[in-house]
C-alpha cells in the first residue's frame, strides 16, 4: 500500500506554487520547476506523483499552467496511443511538463516535435478523445477543493493565502 501523505504534502506545496504564480510573484519556469519537483518527491516515500498534484491536474495545463476553463481540451500524456508511448518513454520530462496535461493550444505546439509518417497532432488527438477509457481530457475549470479527501491545513503563517 502506497503513502498517501507525502501526496498531501506536496499538493499543499503545488497549491502554494500557483497561488504564487497566480498574484505574478513567481515566473512561470520556476512555478513550474517547483511543481515537477513536488511530483518527483513523493519518491522520498512510497509516494503517487499524481497526488502531488492533485490541485492541478484535471484543470490547469503542465507546459503554459493555464488554467483550463471547464469543457475545454486538456489531454494527458498518459492517454496516448500505447504504440507511441513505447517510443517516448520519457516525454513529459522531454516536454518539460510540471504535470501530465496540455491544453490544446500546447498540445499543437510542442506534440509536432514527437511526430512521424505513423502520428501526427490530428491522429493522436483523436485517439485519446476516441478512447472509451478516457473520460479526462476535459478540464474540470476549477482546483480540487479537498487535498485528495482531506482538509488543507489552516493557514496560520505570514505567508497566508
Ligand atoms: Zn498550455
Redesign the pocket.
Known amino acids: 500500500m502506497s503513502c498517501h501523505d507525502i501526496g498531501r504534502g506536496m499538493n499543499y506545496v503545488v497549491r502554494r506554487t500557483i497561488t504564487l504564480y497566480d498574484r505574478n510573484e513567481i515566473a512561470l519556469e520556476p512555478a513550474k520547476k517547483i511543481i515537477a519537483s513536488c511530483k518527483n518527491a513523493v519518491n522520498w516515500c512510497d509516494g503517487n506523483g499524481y497526488e502531488a498534484i492533485d490541485f492541478i491536474l484535471n484543470c490547469r495545463?503542465g507546459?503554459?499552467l493555464?488554467l483550463v476553463p471547464k469543457g475545454e481540451k486538456l489531454y494527458s500524456i498518459f492517454d496516448l496511443p500505447y504504440k507511441f508511448e513505447d517510443t517516448h518513454p520519457n516525454l513529459d520530462e522531454e516536454l518539460e511538463l510540471a504535470s501530465y496535461g496540455?491544453?490544446e493550444?500546447?498540445f499543437d505546439r510542442y506534440m509536432p516535435n514527437f511526430c512521424d509518417e505513423e502520428w501526427n497532432v490530428e491522429s493522436l488527438k483523436k485517439t485519446i478523445e476516441n478512447d472509451k477509457h478516457s473520460n479526462n481530457f476535459l478540464s474540470e475549470g476549477e482546483h480540487q477543493m479537498s487535498n485528495n479527501g482531506c482538509s488543507w491545513l489552516k493557514d496560520r503563517y505570514w505567508y497566508e493565502l
Do not use: I, V
Open positions: 495545463c507546459k503554459c493555464k496540455l491544453c493550444e500546447c
